[in-house]
């Protein structure tokens, strides 16, 4: 494997872009707890979802806790787009990306 290589898959592959996004800590919570958390090979997508409502639930709730110290300008629940992460991750499923 060489740069031109390593180039095009930073720039063709789903994982990888999901994992240099700003919401990569994020997706890579909701990934740990539907996969590794539970112990289980596949998650289906109903299961996914209310993992990721209760992730951003979570998300809220500290951010929420944290306004009431100090003001903050930005909103990272805000500025993440669940169906984004889910579009990602269905296109990891259905090229096979996935590594376990």
Known sequence: MN????KLQFHE????RLLRADTAPFALAV???AFKRDNV???NE???RAILEAELGEL???EESDSTREPKTTSMSGAINPMGIFGDINLMV???QFVS
């Open 13 to 16: 592959s789903a994982a990888l």
């Open 31 to 33: 990934l740990f707890t």
């Open 94 to 96: 259905k090229t096979n």
């Open 60 to 62: 809220r709730d500290v």
């Open 3 to 6: 740069y031109a290589d390593l």
């Open 46 to 48: 109903s299961r996914l």
């Open 41 to 43: 090979p596949s998650v």
